[in-house]
């Protein structure tokens, strides 16, 4: 195994994580929004929230200082060091970025992540007052 193809493993592991990070958000979102209405529990755990929420700051907070996430920054460097260009990917790595990556002005990103963060904050402490 060359250098370029540790490179590459570790790129389209940080890809794996970003996935991974994105979905936690998003599934986590609906997951609270909806188990609230159907009496899911576990959305209550003090740990899921917390660990929710910071994500959701941290995006939030990044986007509103026109930052790229880490993740992003982190692969596209490891891709530069492997040698690939833009996107020289296999399969599954094309469709994870299809999925994560859109095109729009990071305003547009910076208005979701904000609202969508307010929002989390907002159940949160309504939930918290409930128990």
């Known amino acids: 195994m060359t250098t370029a193809d540790k490179y590459q493993i570790l790129a389209d592991a940080?890809?794996?994580?970003?996935?991974v990070v994105v979905s936690f958000v998003v599934i986590g979102f609906a997951c609270i929004v909806v188990g609230r209405w159907l009496g899911w529990h576990?959305?209550?755990?003090?740990?899921?929230?917390?660990?929710?929420?910071?994500i959701m700051a941290l995006i939030?907070?990044?986007?509103?200082?026109?930052?790229l996430c880490p993740l992003t920054t982190w692969e596209n460097a490891l891709r530069q060091q492997a040698g690939s260009g833009a996107y020289n990917e296999g399969f599954i790595q094309y469709w994870l970025h299809r999925l994560l990556f859109f095109d729009a002005p990071?305003?547009?990103f910076a208005t979701i992540y904000i609202a969508l963060a307010a929002v989390v904050v907002l159940?949160?402490?309504h939930d918290r007052r409930r128990t």
């Open 123 to 125: 159940l949160w402490r």
């Open 14 to 19: 940080i890809l794996v994580t970003h996935f």
């Open 106 to 108: 990071l305003w547009v």
């Open 42 to 54: 576990w959305i209550f755990n003090p740990i899921f929230r917390w660990a929710h929420a910071v």
């Open 60 to 67: 939030a907070i990044q986007a509103l200082l026109g930052q």
